[in-house]
């Protein structure tokens, strides 16, 4: 009993580590793509579609895409 | 009078093409892209048939740093979808209900292997470490939350968000995401240690083809020889060292997303990922159903990790009788009324 609690705990605490060392090198891709010349919107947070498949629905292209950018877009560059 | 012969000429040529362009001009009653030569003005241009002789994919131009944004048809990514959203949930359910059901019909058949008793019965011997229960508990424990949002990500959305609803399996399958990526470390890790640990009882060799001749002792009366571990187990054993050192490197692929591999590859990862996975949550409950409520005696082994000496005896002869010689042998045990302990 012992050995399996100390295991969980050991695992806990190895994902947990891993979590901070994971996040702390990952950006999202409009953050990680974005320079100083073109910007990468966000995506929104539903990439799979309403159906989670990735399909379209049929009646998808006569009303909003999904995928479509949320919120307030970055001020674009003036130069 | 140079003036006078440069207008004349300016308008002779206005008058020629005046007359001229109407002819060449598009008659309305021919297809479009034919022109009125009989040829195809089109015809040579570059397209997709073309482009695909050069390359499995089209590419574009992008300017910003992500190229594999640049990628605009890949077909190979439908191929990928079918399998994703057609075969796998199939092969997933088969595989694995097919595995429950072969465990139960066997469970009717034989029933649980129970312990035969002897006159040694009652003396215990350590089978496994503490270390070594540690590591197989480690790995364990991660294994069943790896595999059971593993399988959220195939039948999450076809089974459990008609039940829970939408917003709560999304967040769900973010929690159960995260676990993946983040218990599969520890996991590794496990593997690592066990494959280390338990390698050398683990190489095959002829004492192995004689258990399996004999059905592991699974079938009839009686068991086969068997050292440490036996065929059967050396088979987890080897299961899990190379389902588990395949399902690192790919699994650490999606956790890199093209760091090494383009899109086909991120494809390729997925789909090995995947079936790897079900064959190896399979094997695994074959596993946990021999070690638990399929042999009595079993599960002290990485419990307190003291099994019967009566038990060890039957399952794994040789192993004592080499526990016992090097316990006799050794000063480390002196004193101790039970052999190898």
Known sequence: ?79 | MRRATTLLSTLLVAVTLGVAAPAFAQNPIQADGVNPMGARPTADSVNEEFLFKQDSKIPGRISIPDQKAAILIQPQGREYQAFREGWLPWIGALVILGMIAALGAFFLFRGRIMMEHSQESGKKILRFNAFERFTHWMTASCFIILSLSGLNYIFGKRLLMPLIGPDAFGALAQWAKYSHVYLAWPFMLGVAFMFVLWIKDNIPNKIDWAWIKAGGGFIGKGHPHAARFNAGQKGVFWMVAGFGAAMSVTGLMMIFPFALTDINGMQVMQVVHSVIGIVFIAGILAHIYIGSLGMEGAYDAMGSGKVDLAWARAHHDLWVEQEQARTASGPQLKGHPAPAE
């Open chain 1, 1 to 79: 009993m012992k050995a399996f609690a100390a295991a969980v705990i050991a695992a806990i605490t190895l994902g947990v580590l891993a979590m901070f060392a994971l996040t702390s090198s990952q950006r999202f891709a409009y953050q990680a793509f974005a320079t100083s010349g073109a910007r990468v919107s966000e995506p929104g947070t539903n990439l799979v579609g309403p159906r989670w498949n990735g399909a379209p629905r049929p009646d998808e292209f006569e009303s909003e895409p999904h995928g479509k950018a949320e919120g307030e877009g970055s001020h674009p560059k003036r130069s």
